[in-house]
């Protein structure tokens, strides 16, 4: 069964960090791209950031350039985001998702279920 | 990256089509055929409907389809039934390994 499960999510207070990590398992996880997508409650869905198979091209919305990074070990298949300066505006559920081919941004056709980070103090 | 722009409600009755447009640039919607479309039920994970505009994957009927013209793609559902009652989300590559989300259109099936 194709499946991708997040963790890591939590409670964490205003500038702080948090690493969540999604792993993959019944499909070749390094023939394939990765994102994370967020969604704020009650609030429409947000991509995040993106990295193709080897990560050679990685992307960010200009929301958390420069605080978070994606990161990828095709040896555990496992997907990364470390996140930093953590704002409440980044209060959100964060999905996992593999894009349908190796380059970033076709489109996201399996999801996990996703695992919520909320910031405050 | 503004996102793209979606009308926020639509409705229809069973039976009748819909068509919720997908608002972006020449950089974004207008630049590349890859734009997708998501079904999202309340709680659970979206679904993907579309892909690179009017592909359909396995197993989503063919009662959803996908067209672009010009920086607007458009998803139309025909044959409304109550359980196509969700909310609809478009996404497009943007270059530079970025992608944008519409902003959400909910469906009534009235």
């Known amino acids: 069964e194709v499946q991708l499960v997040e963790s890591g999510g939590g409670l964490v207070q205003p500038g702080r960090s948090l690493r969540l990590s999604c792993a993959a398992s019944?499909?070749?996880?390094?023939?394939?791209?990765m994102h994370w997508v967020r969604q704020a409650p009650g609030k429409g869905l947000e991509w995040v950031s993106g990295?193709?198979?080897?990560?050679?091209?990685?992307g960010y919305a200009d929301s958390v350039k420069g605080r978070f990074t994606i990161s990828r070990d095709n040896a555990k298949n496992s997907l990364y985001l470390q996140m930093n300066s953590l704002r409440a505006e980044d209060t959100a559920l964060y999905y996992c998702?593999?894009?349908?081919?190796?380059?970033?941004?076709?489109?996201?056709?399996?999801w996990g279920q996703g695992t919520m980070v909320t910031v405050s103090s | 990256q503004s996102a793209l722009t979606q009308p926020a409600s639509v409705s229809g009755s069973p039976g009748q089509s819909i068509t919720i447009s997908c608002t972006g640039t020449s950089s974004d919607v207008g630049s590349y055929n890859l734009v997708s479309w998501y079904q999202q039920h309340p709680g659970k994970a979206p679904k993907l409907m579309i892909y690179?505009?009017?592909k359909r994957p396995s197993g989503v009927s063919n009662r959803f389809s996908g067209s672009k013209s010009g920086n607007t793609a458009s998803l139309t559902i025909s044959g409304l039934q109550a359980e196509d009652e969700a909310d609809y989300y478009c996404c497009s590559y943007a270059g530079s390994s970025t992608s944008l989300f519409g902003g959400g259109t909910k469906l009534t099936v009235l």
């Open positions: 998702a593999k894009d349908r081919v190796a380059a970033a941004g076709d489109a996201f056709d399996i």
């Open positions: 990295i193709s198979w080897n990560s050679g091209s990685i």
């Open positions: 019944g499909f070749t996880f390094d023939d394939y791209a």
């Open positions: 690179e505009g009017s």
